[in-house]
């Protein structure tokens, strides 16, 4: 595992543990403030969004992100995309088996599905949906556009070459040593 990033984050926690004063080391709420810092530096930084995303394994930092949609030309750079990417990565899994997430906002769908996909046992979220709006952060559209008919959403859709496409499907159905995930 990365220790250099972890001492970071550790001497980071100890910081606002003492700005703080009385929330425990390895409390939810002190993971949650490192997550509010992440995304505090990330403003600053001009990274983009004011979102931080903490991931936790048995009381250690093994992933953090904050958004980087601009910086990285990215509109998946999601906070919560990025710390799943990196606590993946360290964890050598595409499944974050009882991990907590810890997210400066309420998750927008597409880090939504993205959590799920990656199924970490709990998540934690500080500023909700409507704060966000409220700061020109509003994805209620995305859930609108969920519960329209195809041909009535924003982007049009078009169904083309399925039958090619299901010879991937049919190749998947027929491999011995795929890897189910
Ligand atoms: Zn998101």
């Given at each position: 595992m990365c220790n250099s990033f972890n001492k970071k984050f550790l001497d980071e926690a100890a910081k606002a543990l003492n700005e703080s004063g009385d929330e425990p080391f390895h409390s939810d709420e002190n993971f949650m403030n490192l997550a509010i810092e992440a995304a505090i530096k990330g403003v600053l930084a001009n990274d983009g969004g004011p979102f931080g995303c903490v991931i936790i394994k048995d009381g250690e930092i093994i992933g953090t992100g904050n958004n980087k949609v601009t910086s990285n030309n990215d509109p998946t750079a999601h906070a919560e995309i990025m710390a799943i990417?990196?606590?993946?990565?360290?964890?050598?899994?595409?499944?974050?088996?009882?991990?907590?997430?810890?997210?400066?906002?309420?998750?927008?769908?597409?880090?939504?599905?993205?959590?799920?996909?990656?199924?970490?046992?709990?998540?934690?979220?500080?500023?909700?949906?409507?704060?966000?709006?409220?700061?020109?952060?509003?994805?209620?559209?995305?859930?609108?556009?969920?519960?329209l008919e195809l041909s009535k959403r924003s982007i049009p859709f078009e169904q083309i070459n399925r039958e090619n496409a299901v010879k991937a499907f049919k190749a998947w159905k027929e491999k011995d040593d795929k890897i189910e995930y």
């Open positions: 990417r990196q606590a993946c990565k360290n964890l050598n899994s595409f499944q974050l088996d009882d991990c907590i997430l810890y997210t400066s906002c309420e998750p927008c769908p597409m880090c939504f599905g993205a959590i799920y996909w990656a199924r970490p046992k709990k998540v934690f979220y500080a500023c909700n949906k409507t704060d966000a709006a409220e700061i020109g952060f509003d994805d209620e559209f995305i859930y609108k556009e969920l519960d």
